[in-house]
């Protein structure tokens, strides 16, 4: 039989690391600090830019109203544009200005050096078991991911 603190510890040990990181990268901004739901929108503009908001809202798994909300507030911020779809005049297109990609950038760049710090201070062994573990983590987010669409 599995370990049945196994499933809470793990969920446990990753809300602790993404908080523990996200509070590291909030020190010496020189801006102000964005939201995570906030970034994830901007994250998800660039992948895809021109997306909708149904269409963000359904890939954030949020309510429509609450993207919109976020838009205005960005919009507003200067991290993005919304433009009237020219297929359809009632929607509109998300773009992510040029200081929100360099804000993503910057953020991504102090992630990975604040990560790589930490990790290079741990043992061989168990930087090798986080690299052994990264597939299976992101087997993990997949199912997540794929149970958030069903109906």
Known sequence: MEDET?????ADTLVRIQRLVRRRLRGGLSVPRLRGAEVELLRLVEARPGIGISDAARALHLAG???????????????????????????AR????EAAGQRLADWRRRRAELVARHVS??????????????PALRKLAVTLHEEAEEP
């Open 65 to 91: 109203n609450s993207v919109s909300t976020l838009v205005n507030q960005l919009v507003k911020g200067g991290q993005l544009l919304r433009e009237t779809d020219p297929a359809d005049r009632r929607a």
């Open 121 to 134: 201070r741990l043992d061989a062994a168990d930087r090798e078991a986080l690299r052994a573990a990264l």
């Open 94 to 97: 998300l773009l992510l200005t």
């Open 6 to 10: 196994f499933p809470e510890e793990l």
